[in-house]
């Protein structure tokens, strides 16, 4: 069975989840089923950006020297350029109770970037307690101020068994995204597009059972997946097979969160996993964005999903990023001043 835990960030200043999967157990992980990829139309329940018609929005998360915003935006810059330039979306991640959109933000809008915000969560009964009302209210006007549409996935991966205690349940979950999702609206901060994931490992293993954790179609905007190869290099295809079962039944567009190569693996190994990404994405039209996640991390746990030291690597992932289906540019980043569209709660 894939493992169940992936470690989560070791300082709240870093705001970048500086982890990886963990250890894979020997047990073999189940086969994949047979997935016939869906080919009818995808939308949005009426937030953020719709996704493109065709082709694939591509994008990263690049840890930074600095933890700041302009080192930040050099990070993404430089990774960008070594991939081609061509990359739409960039990613940030927030903890529960930091403010935002804030300088990284403007200094990502600034570069053009169709912008995917990580927001960390917090107890869930705590949240539908109201307790946190006053800032969930705040985070919901400074995103309808912010005006260009954006990405929103709160509380990512949060089948995780580390998460457990924090989760309570799939229910207390779901009650805590409704409540959310509530306060976006009735802010009017239609602007955020909510996107739902969960961990592939959560539909690999049936224990995880992720799918209880999904709040409904007309709750979510985009679904999502993060996809790692752990160090038995599992491939990306037999484990997307899993999570396409339950996405293709939806009408909603799918974004993988996070993917990368972090173990070292044999000569080739990282760059043969890489290769699969492409093909897999077109074979299913639904997938509608893809964000790699590039860091070395120089503390336990150890591991590197950048490029530095792996020039066959770099070579495949610039090969994706030129390839015309997966540089589609982001969509119109004006702000908007027109009137909210009807949304779902």
């Excluded at 990774?79 to 991640?93: C, K, P, S, T, Y």
């Excluded at 693996?265 to 990282?270: K, M, S």
């Excluded at 994405?281 to 999903?305: C, E, M, N, W």
């Excluded at 610039?318 to 289906?325: C, F, G, I, N």
């Amino acid at each position: 069975m894939a493992a169940a835990l992936v470690l989560a960030c070791a300082a709240p200043a870093l705001a970048a989840c500086d982890r990886k999967p963990a250890e894979r157990s020997a047990a073999p992980a189940p086969a994949p089923p047979t997935v016939e990829p869906r080919l009818a139309p995808v939308r949005t329940t009426g937030r953020g950006p719709e996704p493109p018609e065709s082709g694939v929005w591509l994008g990263a998360w690049v840890k930074p020297d600095w933890h700041t915003a302009s080192g930040r935006a050099a990070a993404l810059d430089a990774f960008n350029r070594e991939a081609g330039g061509r990359l739409a979306v960039a990613h940030m991640f927030h903890e529960w109770p930091e403010e935002f959109p804030g300088p990284t933000e403007y200094a990502f809008q600034s570069m053009g970037k169709l912008q995917m915000i990580s927001w960390s969560g917090t107890d869930t009964r705590s949240i539908v307690s109201g307790i946190y009302d006053p800032l969930i209210r705040q985070r919901a006007e400074e995103i309808k101020s912010f005006g260009v549409p954006l990405l929103l996935r709160w509380r990512w991966e949060m089948d995780r068994p580390n998460l457990a205690a924090s989760m309570h349940s799939p229910e207390d979950y779901v009650a805590a995204w409704k409540h959310l999702r509530a306060i976006f609206t009735e802010v009017g901060a239609t602007n955020a597009a909510w996107v739902w994931c969960p961990h592939v490992e959560g539909f690999v293993e049936d224990e995880r059972e992720a799918e209880r954790y999904y709040p409904g179609d007309e709750q979510v905007d985009w679904l999502c997946a993060d996809v790692y190869p752990g160090p038995e290099f599992a491939s990306f295809s037999s484990q997307m097979d899993h999570f396409m079962a339950f996405a293709q039944q939806r009408p909603r567009p799918v974004i993988i969160g996070e993917f990368g190569v972090t173990a070292d693996g044999r000569p080739g190994q990282r760059a043969d996993w890489l290769r699969e990404v492409g093909p897999y994405l077109k074979r299913h039209p639904q997938i509608k964005g893809a964000v790699y996640f590039a860091a070395k991390q120089t503390a336990k746990p150890l591991y590197d999903s950048t490029f530095a030291a792996d020039p066959e690597s770099a070579t495949v992932f610039r090969q994706l990023a030129t390839d015309s289906y997966f540089a589609h540019p982001p969509p119109d980043l004006t702000a908007s001043t027109a009137a909210p569209r009807p949304l779902a709660r």
